[in-house]
């Protein structure tokens, strides 16, 4: 069955450092998104992608996360300067059309230091 | 206030109970969610419901849309259903889920 691949699963880093998380979301797919989990607290949307281009985003997702999908399969989240506060779980979704189910990958752990 | 509600926040119970777990929701939705996050974090769809009533399993996920209030269901509950439970909801034309911040279940044998 096809599912939604991140990479890596840990990441750990420097305050400052720029952090790129890595999704190949499902290959029929047109809707992508990221969410993240601080520990212990609920999943908060950061932005959803379509058609090339972000169609929504959250307050969290201010001008230090950027996303990109740089070919046909991945679709990656950019931190250029990370803060204490990233550290979070960061999961990549998609769905095949805006109102259906989100399928969603296994996270990757960061941990900014 | 948060715009999904879900109770209990926890809930222990024996194998072989029948399971609650409730959702209410302030905002007009297009959508609710069920998913399912497990200790190591990932995170399943098990529903997505708009009316009605859905049905997999020993699960069952209804919806009532003028009350804002849907519930799930876990009937012959087994340890393995031990997991958090969260309700999401679409609002509207948005791409978004809002989350809810989960129900923690434990089945003991």
């Known amino acids: 069955e096809p599912e939604v691949t991140q990479t890596p699963s840990h990441q750990v880093t420097q305050m400052g450092q720029e952090v790129i998380l890595r999704c190949v979301p499902i290959?029929?797919?047109?809707?992508f998104y990221w969410y993240r989990q601080i520990l212990g607290q609920k999943v908060e949307f950061l932005v959803s992608?379509?058609?090339?281009?972000?169609?929504?985003k959250s307050e969290i997702f201010d001008d230090q996360f950027s996303v990109e999908r740089p070919d046909g399969s991945n679709f990656t989240l950019k931190i250029r300067s990370t803060k204490l506060e990233d550290s979070a779980m960061y999961f990549c979704?998609?769905?095949?059309?805006?109102?259906?189910?989100?399928?969603f990958g296994p996270g990757t752990r960061l941990l900014v230091l | 206030k948060n715009e999904v509600e879900q109770s209990p926040q926890n809930l222990t119970a024996q194998e072989g109970e029948f399971i609650t777990i409730n959702c209410s929701y302030s905002?007009?939705?297009?959508?609710l969610h069920w998913l399912q996050q497990h200790p190591g974090g990932g995170i399943v769809s098990l529903f997505m419901?708009?009316?009605?009533?859905k049905k997999h399993g020993r699960l069952i996920a209804t919806i009532n849309i003028q009350e804002k209030h849907s519930s799930l269901h876990i009937t012959a509950s087994h340890p393995r259903d031990s997991a958090v439970y969260i309700c999401a909801v679409k609002a509207g034309s948005n791409y978004q889920l809002i989350w809810g911040a989960g129900t923690k279940l434990i089945i003991k044998p």
């Open positions: 419901l708009s009316s009605g009533k």
């Open positions: 905002v007009g939705i297009s959508a």
């Open positions: 992608f379509y058609n090339n281009e972000i169609s929504e």
């Open positions: 979704a998609s769905s095949p059309r805006l109102q259906e189910t989100q399928y």
């Open positions: 290959s029929n797919h047109l809707y």
